[in-house]
């Protein structure tokens, strides 16, 4: 992963708190400074802020220590967050307040210099890397899609009405991933791995990243066992073998969901995970394709993974790897997984929407020039 240049290092680190410090603390923070910032020739320099009673905010560039009350419980909330979703979580979460003690790290702030059709320019985040996720002053997320020199572009996962120019950008350190587990199956879900279909949470076994390493070949096994579609017609003259991957093509309306669904439906009880992943369609045809899978009990061993028309660009984007991800967590417990992707064409064309606003050199039809290794490794 590629890190930006970073800009001149500052000359002056900036002390916010309610009261003036005194002379030993101020003796202890150039300290802290002289010895977290060997290289650096810095001021430290008093500003008073009233809302930090109780606490200070010490700003160095990019780099910010919040110990103000709210930082120490934004701490203490992250450290929450990063328990595993276990049936005992209730005896870890008591365990690790215990064991919490408020750190000294920095935490990295950024700031939104533009923001506009989904896509979001940021100054400030000097460490920040390819594909991690960033999170907004009003709670909404984004995934880094361009490094620059001194700013990046990243690409949103829900309504940029409620970001302005200005307002602060925190780094999360995480890549974008999807929640996993046995509590998916028979759900429908979004892009990120939230339900949709109105039948309450659900439980996660874990936290699988969007962005993987294909397996190596060594990893790989042999394809050998037939997989059946039902269809008698591709089964005695095409057949499918797990393991492998097909394309179906053909005009509009030639039936080539219907394919799919066919397939899906021939997997009853053949211990085959089915993922659908739904990418630009209407939302009713998703609607009615669940209902379907449901009232012939094919929902009990499906998942679908629902990105439709009126979701944006970065969500279509980012839709088919959710699917991926949630098929590599039951490959990695002995299960077989169909993943059909329909389609690919509309993903193709939301990626094309997302380089063009991120300013990538379009090639044919306005596509970008690593579209074909954009499913390419999909597919691996």
């Not at 995934?143 to 829900?158: A, I, K, S, T, Y």
């Amino acid at each position: 992963m590629s890190k930006m240049n970073k800009p001149d290092a500052p000359a002056a680190a900036l002390l916010y708190s309610a009261d003036a410090p005194t002379d030993a603390q101020r003796q202890r923070f150039e300290a802290f400074l002289a010895r977290t910032y060997p290289d650096r020739a810095l001021t430290l320099t008093w500003r008073q802020d009233g809302r930090l009673a109780g606490g200070f905010r010490l700003e160095v560039g990019p780099d910010v220590y919040d110990w103000s009350v709210e930082g120490r419980l934004a701490q203490l909330r992250h450290a929450i967050d990063e328990l595993d979703a276990r049936e005992d979580v209730l005896p870890l979460m008591r365990q690790a307040i215990e064991d919490w003690q408020p750190s000294t790290r920095p935490e990295e702030i950024g700031t939104v210099l533009t923001v506009g059709d989904e896509i979001a320019t940021i100054a400030g985040l000097e460490d920040a890397v390819y594909g991690e996720v960033l999170i907004f002053s009003n709670g909404i997320r984004g995934m880094v899609q361009d490094l620059r020199p001194h700013e990046l572009c990243c690409v949103l996962f829900g309504d940029s009405s409620g970001i302005e120019a200005g307002d602060p950008v925190r780094r999360t350190g995480k890549v974008a991933g999807v929640p996993v587990g046995e509590g998916f199956l028979g759900r429908v879900v979004d892009a990120l791995g939230s339900p949709i279909d109105g039948a309450g949470p659900i439980q996660a076994d874990a936290y699988y990243p969007v962005e993987r390493p294909a397996p190596g070949i060594i990893d790989r096994q042999p394809v050998n066992r037939p997989m059946e579609t039902g269809l008698l017609a591709i089964d005695a003259l095409f057949p499918i073998g797990r393991g492998q991957r097909e394309l179906i093509i053909g005009d509009r309306q030639t039936g080539k969901t219907a394919v799919a669904l066919d397939t899906i439906l021939n997997q009853k009880g053949k211990n085959v995970v089915c993922i659908y992943v739904a990418i630009g369609q209407k939302a009713s045809s998703v609607a009615l394709l669940a209902e379907n899978l449901r009232r012939r009990g094919a929902m009990d061993y499906c998942i679908i993974v629902s990105a439709t028309a009126s979701d944006s660009a970065s969500l279509q984007y980012i839709a088919p790897y959710a699917g991926t991800s949630i098929g590599e967590y039951f490959m990695h417990q002995g299960r077989d997984v169909l993943i059909v992707y329909d389609d690919l064409s509309k993903h193709a064309i939301a990626y094309r929407a997302l380089s063009l606003l991120l300013e990538r050199s379009p090639g044919r039809e306005a596509y970008p020039g690593d579209v074909f290794y954009l499913h390419s490794r999909l597919l691996e």
